[in-house]
C-alpha cells in the first residue's frame, strides 16, 4: 500500500469539506463544540462510505459511475449552493432546528462527497488498495483527514467572522457552485 498516496488522495478529497466547513463555522448563529465535530464526522464518514461504495460499484460497473459521476457532483453542489444563496436572504436560516440542521450537514457532506465514489473505483490501482483490509487503512486515512481538516476549517471560520452570516452564506453557497463547475470541468 502507498501511503503516501493515500495521504495525498485523502487531502484532495477532503479539501471541498474543509472549504464548505469553514463557510458554515463562520455563518452558524448557535455555535458549540458539538455542532463543530458532528459537522466535521459527517464529513469524514460520508468520505469513508463513498470510496468503499465506488470501489464496490467499479466492481459491477465503473464505467457508468466514470462517466457521469461528474455531471451528479455537479447538479447536487450546484443545485446546494443555488439553495444556500437564496436561503441567505432570510433572516430565519440561522435559527433553524437541530433536525434540519443535521440534514443540511449531511447534504452538504454527501455533495462534497460524490469525487470520493469516483475514487473507490482507481484506489486499488493508485494506492495499492486492492484488498479489504487495504481498503480499510487508506478509507481510515481519508476519513480521517477529512474530519481533521473540516474541524480547523469550521473553527478558523469561527474565528475568523469576517462576513456577516447572511454574506458567509452567499461566500459558501458560491464555494458549492465553483466546487461543482470545478468538478464537471476536471470530470
Not at 484532495?12 to 458532528?38: C, E, Q, R
Not at 436560516?93 to 475514487?119: C, E, G, H, K, V
Not at 459558501?172 to 461543482?180: D, W
Request: net charge positive; with cysteine.
Amino acid at each position: 500500500m502507498d501511503f503516501v498516496s493515500a495521504v495525498g488522495i485523502g487531502t484532495a478529497l477532503a479539501a471541498d469539506a474543509s472549504a464548505v466547513s469553514l463557510s458554515y463555522g463562520s455563518s452558524d448563529k448557535n455555535f458549540s463544540v458539538k455542532i463543530a465535530v458532528i459537522t466535521a464526522l459527517t464529513f469524514g464518514v460520508f468520505q469513508i462510505f463513498m470510496p468503499v461504495l465506488g470501489w464496490s460499484i467499479g466492481k459491477v460497473g465503473s464505467n457508468f459511475v466514470q462517466n457521469y459521476d461528474h455531471w451528479i457532483a455537479f447538479a447536487i453542489l450546484a443545485f446546494l449552493g443555488i439553495k444556500m444563496i437564496y436561503d441567505s436572504r432570510c433572516d430565519s436560516r440561522q435559527d433553524f432546528p437541530q433536525s434540519r440542521r443535521l440534514r443540511i450537514i449531511i447534504a452538504m457532506a454527501f455533495a462534497t462527497s460524490i469525487d470520493a465514489l469516483a475514487s473507490g473505483i482507481i484506489l486499488p490501482s493508485a494506492v495499492g488498495a486492492d484488498t479489504p483490509f487495504t481498503m480499510f487503512i487508506t478509507v481510515s486515512i481519508i476519513g480521517i483527514i477529512t474530519f481533521l481538516l473540516s474541524l480547523i476549517g469550521f473553527f478558523l471560520g469561527r474565528r475568523f467572522r469576517t462576513l456577516s452570516p447572511k454574506n458567509a452564506e452567499i461566500f459558501g453557497g458560491i464555494v458549492l457552485i465553483i466546487i461543482g463547475i470545478k468538478t464537471l470541468l476536471t470530470g
